[in-house]
């Protein structure tokens, strides 16, 4: 397992980053104070994927928890866009998932180090198990932000417990894509930055990159609200 983090790790990272920041934001239009229904389900899915393809792609760690922590800053800037408080339930319990999506996955890769999920059903496992971990965990949310976890209409059941299965499955399909794809798009961004003759602008591709789609949560804003 690699321990340091080289330059196009870092690219990687902020662009992957960046690009599910943006996505998070996006698709969570009018979920203003929590998930409806099964759409958190398949974000988790959707963040597994950006959190699985930091590590396939460099085999350290340290990425994905750096991916995971750009899209809390994603997060962090829609709050001020908002006007809401960080830890208000549209806010603060987003960024507890990531984090509990962050850690199920790099508990389960670090327990399974010697694994080296060649098949596509170990790659399931992964994606689901990881989910499994995250849902299990997400109720905790109230401890960590003193909002709880928004429950089933009429039922006591929160909706990560109640959509558990749903998370589980898509996280067991965009797993064996995130290690399908996430070599290819390494690939690409090392390609494209060995082009830049310029070193100076060749680091700034991915901050760039970062800025653009901070850029494109400010107007897709101030469109929609």
Not at 1 to 10: A, E, F, P, V, Y
Not at 104 to 133: E, M, N, P, T, Y
Not at 154 to 171: D, E, K, R
Not at 211 to 220: E, Q
């Amino acid at each position: 397992m690699k321990r340091n983090i080289t330059q196009s790790h870092l690219a990687f990272a902020l662009i992957l980053g960046a690009v599910w920041g943006l996505g998070e934001v996006v698709l969570g239009v009018g979920l203003k104070s929590c998930a409806r229904l099964v759409s958190g389900s398949l974000m988790t899915g959707v963040a597994l994927f950006f959190i699985a393809a930091a590590w396939i792609s460099t085999k350290n760690y340290f990425v994905p928890i750096l991916v995971v922590a750009i899209a809390c800053i994603f997060k962090l800037f829609d709050a001020i866009l908002l006007s809401l408080p960080v830890m208000h339930g549209a806010i603060g319990n987003p960024i507890f998932a990531f984090l509990m999506e962050g850690l199920a996955f790099i508990v389960l890769i670090l327990v399974f180090r010697h694994a080296k999920w060649s098949k596509i059903s170990s790659r399931a496992l992964l994606g689901g198990g990881s989910a499994l971990i995250a849902v299990a965990l997400f109720p905790l949310v109230k401890f960590a932000t003193g909002v709880p976890a928004c429950v089933y209409p009429n039922t006591m059941i929160p909706l990560s417990i109640f959509f558990g299965p749903v998370a589980i499955a898509f996280s067991a399909i965009t797993m064996p894509l995130a290690f399908a794809f996430s070599n290819r798009i390494y690939d690409s961004i090392i390609r494209f930055n060995k082009g830049i003759r310029s070193s100076l602008l060749r680091n700034l591709v991915s901050p760039a990159a970062l800025a653009v789609c901070l850029a494109m949560v400010f107007l897709f804003r101030m469109i929609v609200t």
